[in-house]
């Protein structure tokens, strides 16, 4: 599976944006996909998964009720909708996808594709 992250930017505090993820190669709807962050020295932090049929999803406690996963499955492209954005968001933001069961997906070790990231800048 090939990922394609997209839709990063610099916007101020309170802006919205929408990350795109697009996959090429294998059947996408077989994957759980997750959103990661990664803001400059600190490690990488799981901040959404969605399932494979759209039903699961998980969220960082910092981002519940701002940011919303979602997946169109015959677009092979998972989403991640954000609102109410704060400057601690800052950070470059990695779409990955995984065969793991639910409990396991918690952990970046259990993903096997990753995007390239999208930088998204918050300004205050």
């Known amino acids: 599976v090939q990922l394609q992250a997209s839709g990063g930017g610099l916007v101020q505090a309170g802006d919205s944006l929408r990350l795109s993820c697009v996959a090429s190669?294998?059947?996408?709807?077989?994957?759980?996909m997750g959103w990661f962050r990664q803001a400059p020295g600190k490690e990488r932090e799981l901040v959404g998964v969605?399932?494979?049929?759209?039903?699961?999803?998980y969220y960082l406690d910092s981002v519940k009720g701002r940011f919303t996963i979602s997946r169109v499955n015959a677009k092979n492209t998972v989403y991640l909708q954000m609102n109410s954005l704060k400057p601690e968001d800052t950070a470059v933001y990695y779409c990955?996808?995984?065969?793991?069961?639910?409990?396991?997906?918690?952990?970046?070790?259990?993903?096997?594709?990753w995007g390239q990231g999208t930088q998204v800048t918050v300004s205050s």
């Open positions: 969605i399932s494979q049929n759209n039903v699961n999803t």
């Open positions: 990955a996808a995984t065969s793991a069961v639910h409990s396991a997906s918690f952990s970046a070790s259990n993903y096997a594709y």
């Open positions: 190669g294998h059947n996408f709807r077989n994957y759980r």
